[in-house]
Protein backbone atom coordinates (compact mmCIF):
# COMPACT_ATOMS: atom_id res chain seq x y z
CA UNK A 1 0.00 0.00 0.00
CA UNK A 2 1.41 3.43 -1.04
CA UNK A 3 2.39 5.96 2.14
CA UNK A 4 -0.04 8.32 2.21
CA UNK A 5 1.15 12.17 1.75
CA UNK A 6 2.28 13.91 4.83
CA UNK A 7 0.16 16.07 6.80
CA UNK A 8 0.30 19.95 6.03
CA UNK A 9 1.21 20.19 9.64
CA UNK A 10 4.40 17.52 9.38
CA UNK A 11 5.45 19.48 6.26
CA UNK A 12 5.43 22.69 8.60
CA UNK A 13 7.21 21.34 11.67
CA UNK A 14 9.73 19.75 9.29
CA UNK A 15 10.71 22.91 6.99
CA UNK A 16 11.15 24.82 10.54
CA UNK A 17 12.94 22.07 12.31
CA UNK A 18 15.25 22.44 8.83
CA UNK A 19 15.13 26.05 9.16
CA UNK A 20 16.14 26.28 12.68
CA UNK A 21 19.45 23.47 12.09
CA UNK A 22 20.17 25.65 9.35
CA UNK A 23 20.37 28.96 11.45
CA UNK A 24 21.97 27.25 14.39
CA UNK A 25 24.70 25.44 11.78
CA UNK A 26 25.28 29.59 10.48
CA UNK A 27 26.12 30.60 14.46
CA UNK A 28 28.56 27.63 14.68
CA UNK A 29 30.28 28.26 11.71
CA UNK A 30 30.25 32.44 12.77
CA UNK A 31 31.61 31.63 16.00
CA UNK A 32 33.86 28.98 15.03
CA UNK A 33 35.54 29.89 11.81
CA UNK A 34 34.48 33.62 11.57
CA UNK A 35 32.47 35.26 8.24
CA UNK A 36 34.77 33.62 5.41
CA UNK A 37 34.01 29.97 6.56
CA UNK A 38 30.21 30.98 5.73
CA UNK A 39 28.62 29.94 2.48
CA UNK A 40 25.78 27.72 0.99
CA UNK A 41 28.19 24.39 1.33
CA UNK A 42 28.77 24.93 4.71
CA UNK A 43 26.07 25.41 5.62
CA UNK A 44 24.62 22.25 4.38
CA UNK A 45 27.13 20.81 5.42
CA UNK A 46 26.94 21.87 9.28
CA UNK A 47 23.53 21.21 9.30
CA UNK A 48 23.26 18.12 7.54
CA UNK A 49 20.75 18.91 4.43
CA UNK A 50 20.98 19.05 1.38
CA UNK A 51 22.33 22.65 -0.52
CA UNK A 52 19.23 23.01 -2.11
CA UNK A 53 17.45 23.45 1.11
CA UNK A 54 19.05 26.79 1.81
CA UNK A 55 18.34 28.26 -1.02
CA UNK A 56 14.57 26.97 -1.21
CA UNK A 57 14.46 28.45 2.53
CA UNK A 58 16.72 31.38 2.72
CA UNK A 59 17.25 32.14 -0.82
CA UNK A 60 20.91 31.47 -0.03
CA UNK A 61 23.46 32.06 2.51
CA UNK A 62 22.60 36.14 2.61
CA UNK A 63 19.46 35.05 4.25
CA UNK A 64 21.10 33.12 6.84
CA UNK A 65 23.50 35.74 7.76
CA UNK A 66 20.11 37.97 7.95
CA UNK A 67 18.54 35.42 10.17
CA UNK A 68 21.38 35.19 12.64
CA UNK A 69 21.82 39.27 12.58
CA UNK A 70 18.15 39.17 13.77
CA UNK A 71 18.74 36.74 16.56
CA UNK A 72 21.84 38.83 17.44
CA UNK A 73 20.07 42.49 17.68
CA UNK A 74 17.11 40.47 19.79
CA UNK A 75 20.22 39.58 22.43
CA UNK A 76 21.58 43.37 22.35
CA UNK A 77 17.50 43.98 23.00
CA UNK A 78 17.70 41.94 26.22
CA UNK A 79 20.82 43.19 27.35
CA UNK A 80 19.80 46.59 27.30
CA UNK A 81 15.95 45.73 28.62
CA UNK A 82 17.99 44.64 32.21
CA UNK A 83 19.66 47.69 32.30
CA UNK A 84 18.19 49.22 35.24
CA UNK A 85 16.33 52.48 34.61
CA UNK A 86 18.17 55.54 33.66
CA UNK A 87 18.46 58.15 37.40
CA UNK A 88 20.72 60.47 35.25
CA UNK A 89 20.34 64.22 36.32
CA UNK A 90 22.69 65.30 33.50
CA UNK A 91 23.51 64.72 29.84
CA UNK A 92 26.85 63.50 30.52
CA UNK A 93 25.55 61.16 33.51
CA UNK A 94 23.04 59.30 30.72
CA UNK A 95 25.64 59.12 28.15
CA UNK A 96 28.03 57.55 30.50
CA UNK A 97 25.07 55.17 31.44
CA UNK A 98 24.09 54.43 27.73
CA UNK A 99 28.27 53.58 26.78
CA UNK A 100 28.71 51.42 29.55
CA UNK A 101 25.18 49.68 28.38
CA UNK A 102 26.02 48.75 25.07
CA UNK A 103 29.40 47.66 26.03
CA UNK A 104 28.25 45.34 28.38
CA UNK A 105 25.61 44.21 25.47
CA UNK A 106 28.06 44.11 22.72
CA UNK A 107 30.26 42.11 25.28
CA UNK A 108 27.56 40.23 26.05
CA UNK A 109 26.81 39.42 22.55
CA UNK A 110 29.45 37.24 20.27
CA UNK A 111 27.17 37.11 17.37
CA UNK A 112 27.17 40.73 17.25
CA UNK A 113 31.07 40.93 17.28
CA UNK A 114 31.23 38.46 14.35
CA UNK A 115 29.12 40.62 12.40
CA UNK A 116 30.82 43.81 13.97
CA UNK A 117 34.01 42.31 12.36
CA UNK A 118 32.58 41.09 9.24
CA UNK A 119 31.38 44.51 8.46
CA UNK A 120 34.96 46.15 8.88
CA UNK A 121 36.86 44.03 6.06
CA UNK A 122 33.82 43.91 3.67
CA UNK A 123 31.11 46.12 2.31
CA UNK A 124 27.56 44.80 1.33
CA UNK A 125 24.23 45.82 1.09
CA UNK A 126 23.06 43.15 3.37
CA UNK A 127 26.13 44.14 6.39
CA UNK A 128 25.09 47.59 5.64
CA UNK A 129 21.94 46.91 6.29
CA UNK A 130 22.41 45.31 9.17
CA UNK A 131 25.38 47.59 10.69
CA UNK A 132 22.27 50.57 9.97
CA UNK A 133 19.37 47.95 12.34
CA UNK A 134 22.16 47.52 15.13
CA UNK A 135 22.45 51.39 15.66
CA UNK A 136 18.78 51.48 15.10
CA UNK A 137 18.39 49.21 18.55
CA UNK A 138 20.64 51.43 20.80
CA UNK A 139 18.66 54.82 19.43
CA UNK A 140 15.25 53.16 20.10
CA UNK A 141 16.81 52.24 23.90
CA UNK A 142 18.26 55.41 24.22
CA UNK A 143 15.39 57.62 23.46
CA UNK A 144 12.74 55.59 25.49
CA UNK A 145 15.26 55.65 28.46
CA UNK A 146 16.93 58.92 28.21
CA UNK A 147 15.39 61.56 30.73
CA UNK A 148 14.20 65.42 29.92
CA UNK A 149 17.37 66.61 29.70
CA UNK A 150 18.05 69.96 28.07
CA UNK A 151 21.24 69.92 25.68
CA UNK A 152 23.82 72.13 25.64
CA UNK A 153 23.96 74.94 24.07
CA UNK A 154 27.55 74.75 23.54
CA UNK A 155 30.27 71.90 22.39
CA UNK A 156 28.69 69.01 20.04
CA UNK A 157 27.54 66.19 22.11
CA UNK A 158 26.86 64.06 19.40
CA UNK A 159 30.20 64.29 18.13
CA UNK A 160 31.93 63.33 21.32
CA UNK A 161 29.19 60.32 21.79
CA UNK A 162 30.34 59.26 18.57
CA UNK A 163 33.81 59.40 19.19
CA UNK A 164 33.20 57.75 22.46
CA UNK A 165 30.95 54.92 21.00
CA UNK A 166 33.39 54.08 18.55
CA UNK A 167 35.72 53.94 21.21
CA UNK A 168 33.62 51.45 23.32
CA UNK A 169 32.55 49.51 19.94
CA UNK A 170 36.46 48.98 19.52
CA UNK A 171 37.38 47.59 22.95
CA UNK A 172 34.39 45.25 22.75
CA UNK A 173 35.66 43.58 19.12
CA UNK A 174 39.07 43.60 20.54
CA UNK A 175 38.63 41.78 23.55
CA UNK A 176 36.58 38.97 22.04
CA UNK A 177 39.92 38.11 20.04
CA UNK A 178 42.97 39.42 21.88
CA UNK A 179 44.04 39.58 25.67
CA UNK A 180 44.57 43.14 25.49
CA UNK A 181 44.83 46.33 23.94
CA UNK A 182 47.20 49.73 24.03
CA UNK A 183 49.08 47.75 27.44
CA UNK A 184 45.87 47.26 29.09
CA UNK A 185 44.92 43.73 29.73
CA UNK A 186 41.13 42.89 28.59
CA UNK A 187 40.01 40.97 31.70
CA UNK A 188 38.02 41.57 34.81
CA UNK A 189 40.19 43.73 36.43
CA UNK A 190 40.89 46.11 33.06
CA UNK A 191 37.67 46.06 31.76
CA UNK A 192 37.22 47.75 35.62
CA UNK A 193 39.56 50.28 34.40
CA UNK A 194 38.53 51.22 30.92
CA UNK A 195 35.20 51.93 33.13
CA UNK A 196 37.06 54.30 35.10
CA UNK A 197 38.90 55.99 31.96
CA UNK A 198 35.27 56.77 30.53
CA UNK A 199 34.30 58.47 33.83
CA UNK A 200 37.97 60.64 32.73
CA UNK A 201 36.69 60.99 29.53
CA UNK A 202 33.01 62.03 30.27
CA UNK A 203 34.65 65.11 31.98
CA UNK A 204 34.56 66.99 28.93
CA UNK A 205 31.14 65.92 27.94
CA UNK A 206 29.28 69.13 27.48
CA UNK A 207 26.36 69.50 29.83
Known sequence: MAESPASPAVRLRSRAATEASIVEAGERILLRDAFPGLNVQTLAAEA?????????????????????????HAELVRALDAVPASAAE????????????????????????????WALVESSPLLNRIESERSAVLQAWMR???????????????????????????????????????????????????????DALLAVFPD
Request: hydrophobic share 50%; proline share 6%.
Open 90 to 117: SLRAFARESLSAWLGALRASPLTLRLMA
Open 48 to 72: GCDRKLVYRYFDGADGVVARIAARA
Open 144 to 198: ERRPRLRVPPEGDPVAVNAVLLAAVQHLALSGSVRPGLGGVALDEAGWARIEAAL
